[in-house]
């Protein structure tokens, strides 16, 4: 079965300082993944994905994600965070050959100090 | 493009009232999804369809029912409503690897 951790459930950081949050996954076959964005009272929005090509993936705002399947890891990093970055973050996984079908992490919501 | 709509926005029931809960969207998507959010458990499926004229169970489909209407709509239905639904409703279509969300639907069960 596949699964999705997120490592903390709050993170804060301040203004300019690097954002990490971590996301380990499991699953028996090579899988899609995803990180998706939530601004409050508002639905979830790609920032970016993860299908076998190539395993530094850039998406929007300036997040990047790795993966890395020997930690089975996919972290997502931002080397300077803005204000605009508080919000929360999910991370999910799925498997191509089940209908796009996804299974998400718990979140991690992130706050930005001025 | 509307992209992925759901009606309505806010729902308060009391325990045992009925209510369906209306997704469309105008992307042309094959597939669509319901799911809930819960603090602290990020969001779980409920039901999705393949595509039109088939849905199936996902991770917590007990006390739901789903239709596909057509292409473009998929409702989610709750028959007798209890507190333990009271939770955010999130539609979802995809026509590949990438779902697209819906606002959600807030809905409270006292």
């Given at each position: 079965?596949?699964?999705?951790?997120?490592?903390?459930?709050?993170?804060?950081?301040?203004?300019?300082?690097?954002?990490?949050?971590?996301?380990?996954?499991?699953?028996?076959?090579?899988?899609?993944?995803?990180?998706y964005?939530?601004?409050?009272?508002?639905?979830?929005?790609?920032?970016?994905?993860y299908?076998?090509?190539?395993?530094?993936v850039?998406?929007?705002?300036?997040?990047?994600?790795?993966?890395?399947?020997?930690?089975?890891s996919?972290?997502?990093?931002?080397?300077?965070?803005?204000?605009?970055?508080?919000?929360?973050?999910?991370?999910?996984v799925?498997?191509?050959?089940?209908?796009?079908?996804?299974?998400?992490?718990?979140?991690?919501?992130?706050?930005?100090?001025? | 493009?509307?992209?992925?709509?759901?009606?309505?926005?806010?729902?308060?029931?009391?325990?045992?009232?009925?209510?369906?809960?209306?997704c469309a969207q105008?992307?042309?998507?094959?597939?669509?999804?319901?799911?809930?959010?819960d603090?602290?458990?990020?969001?779980?499926?409920?039901?999705?369809?393949?595509?039109?004229?088939t849905?199936?169970?996902?991770?917590?489909?007990?006390?739901?029912?789903?239709?596909?209407?057509?292409?473009?709509?998929?409702?989610?239905?709750?028959?007798?409503?209890?507190?333990?639904?009271?939770s955010?409703?999130?539609?979802?279509?995809?026509?590949?690897?990438?779902?697209?969300?819906?606002?959600?639907?807030?809905?409270?069960?006292?």
């Amino acid at each position: 079965a596949q699964s999705v951790t997120q490592l903390g459930s709050h993170v804060s950081v301040s203004e300019g300082a690097l954002v990490l949050l971590r996301c380990n996954y499991s699953s028996s076959v090579p899988p899609y993944l995803f990180w998706y964005v939530q601004y409050p009272n508002q639905g979830l929005q790609l920032l970016l994905k993860y299908t076998s090509a190539a395993t530094l993936v850039k998406g929007i705002n300036g997040f990047e994600a790795e993966f890395k399947k020997s930690e089975t890891s996919f972290h997502l990093t931002k080397p300077s965070a803005h204000m605009s970055d508080a919000a929360e973050y999910f991370c999910a996984v799925s498997r191509y050959n089940q209908g796009g079908k996804l299974i998400f992490g718990q979140g991690t919501e992130l706050s930005v100090k001025p | 493009n509307a992209g992925v709509t759901q009606t309505p926005k806010f729902q308060v029931l009391k325990t045992g009232q009925s209510m369906t809960l209306q997704c469309a969207q105008d992307m042309n998507h094959n597939s669509m999804y319901w799911y809930r959010q819960d603090p602290g458990m990020g969001l779980r499926l409920i039901y999705y369809s393949a595509s039109e004229g088939t849905t199936d169970k996902g991770e917590v489909p007990n006390g739901y029912n789903v239709s596909r209407l057509n292409k473009r709509e998929f409702s989610l239905r709750l028959e007798s409503a209890a507190p333990s639904q009271t939770s955010v409703y999130f539609c979802a279509s995809s026509g590949g690897d990438t779902q697209y969300f819906g606002p959600g639907t807030r809905l409270t069960v006292l």
